[in-house]
């Protein structure tokens, strides 16, 4: 059992950016992704950018060039660094951590991120 707990969400205005954090309370060697996704009222959650263990990422569409995700391997860690955030990127961003074929899948508690306009 993996616990992953997240944190950095919060109220910022249009064009701003905020930094979420999740740390891994253990890690599990081999190949791992690590990422996060979100969802916002009404709609289904969706993926935002995930990492593997070996530097490959995937991004939403509309996310990308505004968002960056990273890992700090020594400290089990998962960064989303959040740029020029829009109205629309209003939503609950839940960290991810799963080994391949289905594995392992852990989630984290949600951290809330909310745009005003």
């Known amino acids: 059992q993996v616990q992953l707990v997240a944190s950095g969400g919060g109220l910022v205005q249009a064009g701003g950016s905020l930094r979420l954090s999740c740390a891994a309370s253990r890690i599990i060697f081999g190949i791992n992704t690590m990422g996060w996704y979100r969802q916002a009222p009404g709609k289904q959650r969706e993926l935002v950018a995930t990492?593997?263990?070996?530097?490959?990422?995937e991004y939403l569409g509309s996310v990308k060039g505004r968002f960056t995700i990273s890992r700090d391997n020594a400290k089990n860690t998962v960064y989303l660094q959040m740029n020029s955030l829009k109205p629309e990127d209003t939503a609950v961003y839940f960290c991810?951590?799963?080994?391949?074929?289905?594995?392992?899948?852990?989630w984290g508690q949600g951290t809330q991120v909310t745009v005003s306009s």
């Open positions: 990492m593997t263990s070996s530097g490959s990422t």
């Open positions: 991810n951590y799963r080994g391949p074929w289905g594995g392992y899948d852990f």
